[in-house]
């Protein structure tokens, strides 16, 4: 059993680049339905795992209600990780360093339809946080031997799993990847997790493009 965990583990730190890069050598575009479809099949498959080989195993996942306190904490990290989006992109375009590949990829984003996007917000808050903090650490520890060694781990496979962004995207992850992790290992709560990721990418995708959809309308109207 300890190496069906094993292979959990795995799964949980490489499916979402491997379903990735998988579906683009099958010509399907990053964004669409299909590979997404893929990340919550391999979440459904990580929960299954843990189900059947850890005793109390929906504790180690962190599937409980959160509490107040918790939503606070998680509130917390989300001020946190968009004070550090901020400063990230002032250093990008004062250094003129904003990567082609991150601008590429958040264009064909944009082209999307809003309910589009909407699917991705929701599958990269729920896939990407049970893989990498409710299975990557939570039974990772058991099988490491260390929560901050399975925290470690999960940073590092969350944020190289975004290189398809360019080196400078990756840098920006890393604050989120650690701030979301810390928020795992302290609260417990992954539910904390999936609703501090949804919403920063909820502003990122959906809130921020609107915004700027709507302030450019009225700058055609004044003009």
């Not at 996942?61 to 001020?79: Q, Y």
């Not at 990567?99 to 590429?104: H, I, N, P, Y």
């Not at 920006?172 to 997790?193: E, H, I, K, Y």
Request: with cysteine.
């Amino acid at each position: 059993m300890r190496a069906l965990l094993f292979i959990g583990l795995l799964v949980s730190l490489a499916a979402s680049p491997l379903v990735l890069a998988l579906f683009k050598r099958l010509r399907f575009e990053s964004w669409a339905l299909v590979p997404r479809l893929a990340l919550w099949v391999a979440a459904i498959v990580v929960v299954a795992i843990a189900a059947a080989g850890v005793g109390g195993w929906h504790a180690h996942l962190g599937v409980f209600w959160p509490t107040w306190g918790g939503v606070g904490w998680a509130v917390l990290v989300v001020v946190v990780v968009f004070a550090a989006f901020g400063v990230s992109l002032q250093g990008q375009r004062k250094s003129g360093k904003q990567s082609q590949s991150q601008l590429v990829h958040y264009q064909a984003l944009l082209n999307l339809s809003f309910w589009h996007r909407c699917f991705i917000v929701i599958t990269a808050g729920v896939t990407e946080e049970v893989l990498y903090r409710a299975y990557a650490v939570g039974v990772g520890q058991l099988l490491l031997g260390s929560v901050w060694a399975a925290g470690v781990i999960s940073v590092a496979a969350f944020t190289l799993a975004h290189y398809k962004w360019g080196v400078a995207h990756m840098v920006s992850v890393l604050v989120p990847a650690v701030a979301f992790t810390l928020l795992f290992v302290f609260t417990r709560n992954v539910w904390l997790c999936i609703i501090a990721h949804a919403i920063v990418d909820g502003v990122g995708f959906l809130a921020m493009p609107a915004a700027a959809r709507r302030r450019t309308q009225l700058q055609q109207k004044a003009g």
